[in-house]
């Protein structure tokens, strides 16, 4: 299950690292994701928009192991993932958190190198021991968190604790540090979320040098200006069910699509909500402004 | 590597004008007079000390000597002193400024108050036990007031409070040093708390240690020795085991060193609650249990009277193996259904735990349960160990110093400190120690970072199972006994589950010192203070609620180990962690 490889030869562009087939996860009788499809290439950047309580971050759960799938399946590059988040980690699918959950008492340097927890075995005894295999392993994971830490223009914060960092250095080190586990996917929940528009652009440099790293990248954002100008294909997702998904200008010029977000004049708000309690998901409402059915 | 060197001292610098002290023009006196007052009261309350303080010897420590300070003369003494060598940057004497890097009028005001309330305090015991200010002599109206001097003194002086300057860098030796002489005068101080012979006595040096240490910690200069410590942790080390050593070889007699093996077994089962509860964060309220099943289990195979299985004798290195192993067992019987809980609902459960210990151990006597433990009235006669001819009951000679059996326990209980604080300080800064802290912090995002947390809570409970099953097989042989009452959730002494944890959260969660500051603490001030019997626990709650309210750090807070890593340099963070793992011969080489 959990015996796949990081790192995928660079000839394979274009296989699938993530497959999706038909996820849903109910919660009682409420549906927040149903049934969505979503396939991410090699090096793909594919963002994931939707109104709020869309089940966006409850599919990204779903995902990362910390939901089980009521059904359906994901795979990734082949396998099927296996339900522990600490074993889809170590399959090589990192990610962030909408509100950031740093070790906000630990340096920074030290939260990257917990990322790197997962590629490192060294036991108890060996800590205690420290022989040269101790040693070098620790090392190695120096590096690695030092490398990241520069990668992404941090480095000259490694020994402060992570909860004095400035907010947008916060965003970056939680990238880093799902970055560090050598993933071969990374889904990041609302990266440039209380960012300005300058650290939302850098935000986007990033993530073109994730991408050229090697990986591949699911986004969920609300900034479409930062999507657009993002992502290689977007999906949507309104009430759970993937509405639209597509190249970015195939998105953007969707009707249903804006009507999700802006709401359109002849659709009754309040049937809509009726709707939405009895967990009926079926029909694509056009109607927005649907907070609070799930997430 | 010497321009990398840490840094210490600030006599290079050129003297800092305060901002306060600029702004400030209110004082209504001069700062020459203010200084003035300081000195001379200092000189003159140091002078008073050779007086006679009272006229009769029946006040404790006999302070009705000329010329021969006793008793709390020597605080007064020792403070008095201390306080004009703080004269010293007050006056810019070279080679004196490193004792106030951020401001030498805290520092003043510290020793000041320190100096004036120990002595009052000795003063109005005198006047209240005796019956009236008539017991005061000459003497003692010198020293009232010459003690209250400094402190108008110095709270005259405009607050001269500031970042401390970047620190002068000294060689390697010198840090070491430093480290040394300053851990070998705690460990004096300790000595002096620990020896003291009436409650009087403790009090007034409780009032003055207490208040020196404010003043030593506003001054900043407690701060550089922490900087400095945090970077030759292998000079700490081993200039803290001196330390402990020659303690043991001040004794006299084995009065005190009961009193020094128990704090040492109380700090090192802590120390391995520290890992529970301050590394991994896991409530662990029944901790106490893991030291009984370590006594116990060593207690039933050591070869006592009164054991079931008084016919297998095993060695030391074997009762070890299987107290620790027993421990292990029964931290993972617990751990395992339980740790998938998270916070209050494991507290409760390991409170459990420690009062499911106790009672079935006190009910496993052949009546009320399968023969084991012999009941209430425990596993007694445990005989005295032996180790490579070593007979821990009996007297030594050692380097012309008489080692009685309480002075040969400490050397143990020594050792097996040392090994608890190497493997705490090993792990801690691990990969293992990582994930612990991440589990603690967030862990969900654990999870997320690829940390198995259920695996990592169940290896923190198991290894300070196995810790406290450690100190627990020496605890048997040290009191010979082990009965059920010895292990209790609270009690008005410790070795006590609530005493445990409060001495992890009092001194400091996640560091070692912390624990072992806080267990000496929280064993002394009970010890010292006999006569309040059954109020103590009343006292250690207020004295909980107090710090928790001012500060909820604990008394060593911890830093993460912020020193640790300081250069940006790779090489340098390797550097360090080959002197934190190897010889420190290796940092002079590189």
Redesign the interface.
């Known amino acids: 299950m959990t015996t796949l490889t990081t790192t995928e030869p660079a000839d394979r562009v274009g296989t699938a690292v993530l497959e999706a087939r038909g996820v849903t996860m109910r919660f009682g009788g409420l549906t927040a994701v149903d049934g969505v499809d979503l396939t991410v290439g090699d090096r793909e950047i594919v963002g994931l928009i939707g109104p709020n309580g869309a089940g966006k971050t409850t599919f990204f759960n779903c995902l990362?192991g910390?939901y089980v799938p009521t059904s359906g399946e994901v795979r990734y590059k082949g396998a099927v993932l296996p339900a522990?988040?600490?074993r889809v980690?170590?399959a090589g699918i990192?990610?962030t958190?909408q509100n950031i959950?740093?070790?906000?008492?630990?340096?920074v340097?030290?939260n990257v190198?917990?990322?790197r927890?997962?590629?490192?075995k060294?036991?108890?005894f060996s800590?205690?021991g420290?022989g040269p295999r101790?040693?070098s392993?620790?090392?190695e994971?120096?590096?690695n968190a030092?490398e990241l830490l520069d990668f992404l223009g941090i480095?000259?914060h490694?020994?402060?604790?992570a909860r004095n960092l400035p907010y947008g250095d916060q965003r970056k080190l939680e990238i880093a540090?799902?970055m560090a586990?050598d993933p071969g996917l990374i889904l990041l929940d609302e990266p440039t979320a209380g960012m300005n528009p300058q650290e939302t652009r850098a935000t986007q440099e990033v993530v073109f040098k994730i991408r050229e790293r090697g990986l591949a990248v699911v986004v969920i954002e609300h900034d479409m200006r930062f999507i657009f100008g993002l992502c290689d294909r977007v999906a949507v997702l309104v009430q759970g069910r993937k509405l639209v998904e597509g190249t970015p200008e195939v998105v953007r010029a969707d009707e249903r699509v804006i009507a999700a977000y802006l709401g359109t004049p002849y659709e009754d708000d309040a049937a809509d909500r009726g709707a939405a309690g009895d967990g009926d998901g079926a029909t694509v409402r056009a109607a927005g402004e649907d907070e609070g059915t799930a997430s | 590597m010497t321009e990398q060197a840490p840094q210490w001292g600030a006599d290079s610098q050129p003297p800092q004008t305060p901002l306060a002290a600029r702004r400030d023009g209110t004082s209504p006196v001069s700062p020459a007079i203010a200084k003035a007052l300081v000195a001379v009261g200092a000189v003159v309350s140091l002078v008073s000390t050779f007086l006679a303080w009272t006229w009769t010897s029946s006040f404790p420590g006999d302070l009705s000597v000329t010329g021969y300070p006793g008793g709390n003369q020597v605080i007064t003494l020792v403070v008095s002193v201390l306080l004009i060598l703080a004269l010293g940057p007050v006056y810019g004497v070279p080679g004196l400024r490193w004792l106030a890097p951020r401001g030498y009028v805290r520092l003043l005001r510290g020793l000041a108050l320190a100096n004036a309330v120990s002595t009052w305090y000795v003063l109005l015991a005198i006047a209240i036990e005796l019956n009236g200010l008539a017991n005061w002599v000459s003497g003692s109206w010198v020293a009232a007031i010459a003690t209250l001097l400094p402190v108008a003194g110095s709270f005259l002086l405009p607050d001269d409070q500031r970042d401390a300057p970047p620190a002068r860098s000294i060689p390697l030796w010198a840090q070491s040093a430093i480290i040394l002489v300053a851990i070998i005068l705690a460990m004096f101080i300790a000595d002096y708390g620990i020896t003291t012979g009436f409650t009087e006595e403790f009090i007034g040096f409780a009032l003055a240690v207490g208040f020196a240490a404010w003043g030593l910690n506003a001054s900043g200069v407690l701060a550089r020795l922490t900087e400095l410590t945090a970077r030759n942790r292998i000079a700490t080390s081993v200039a803290a085991f001196a330390a402990a050593l020659l303690f043991v070889f001040l004794q006299t007699s084995d009065q005190y060193n009961t009193i020094a093996d128990d704090i040492l077994i109380f700090a090192t089962v802590a120390l391995g609650l520290n890992i529970v509860v301050g590394l991994a964060g896991l409530l662990d309220l029944g901790y106490v249990a893991f030291l009984g099943v370590g006594a116990y289990s060593a207690a039933l195979v050591s070869g006592a009277l009164s054991s079931r299985y008084a016919h297998t004798v095993l060695p030391f290195w074997g009762q070890i193996l299987i107290g620790v192993s027993v421990s292990i067992i029964a931290g993972v019987i617990i751990g395992a259904p339980t740790l998938r809980l998270r916070g209050d609902y494991l507290a409760i459960v390991t409170l459990g735990f420690g009062e499911i210990f106790r009672i079935v151990v006190n009910n496993l006597n052949g009546q009320s349960g399968p023969d084991l433990t012999n009941g209430p009235e425990g596993v007694y006669g445990v005989p005295d160990l032996k180790l490579f001819g070593y007979d821990f009951g009996k007297n030594h000679q050692l380097f012309g110093v008489t080692f009685g059996k309480f002075g040969n326990y400490y050397l143990l209980l020594l050792v097996a400190m040392a090994i608890v604080v190497f493997i705490f300080a090993r792990v801690n800064d691990s990969r293992i120690g990582r994930a612990w802290v991440a589990i603690r912090e967030d862990e969900t995002a654990a999870g997320a970072m690829g940390i198995h947390g259920y695996r990592f809570k169940l290896l923190a409970f198991g290894l300070g199972a196995a810790l406290a099953g450690f100190a627990g097989t020496i605890n048997a042989h040290l009191l010979n006994t082990v009965t059920p009452d010895q292990y209790l959730f609270s009690a008005s002494a410790p070795p006590n589950s609530a005493f445990l944890l409060a001495a992890v959260v009092l001194g400091g969660m996640g560091t070692i010192s912390g624990p072992l500051l806080g267990a000496a603490l929280l064993y002394l001030v009970p010890a010292k203070f006999q006569f309040f019997q059954n109020k103590q626990l009343l006292l250690f709650g207020l004295a909980l609620i107090l710090m928790m309210r001012f500060r909820p750090e604990g008394l060593v807070p911890n830093k993460r180990r912020q020193l640790e890593f300081h250069a940006e340099e790779v090489a340098e963070a390797e550097a360090h962690e080959v002197v934190a793992s190897e010889a420190p011969e290796a940092e002079a080489v590189a």
């Open positions: 990362t910390l522990k988040p600490y980690t170590q990192a990610r958190f959950r740093l070790f906000a008492n630990m340096t340097l030290e190198m917990v990322g927890h997962c590629r490192t060294e036991g108890l800590a205690i420290r101790y040693r392993a620790e090392r994971s120096r590096d030092r480095g000259r490694a020994n402060s604790l540090r799902a586990s």
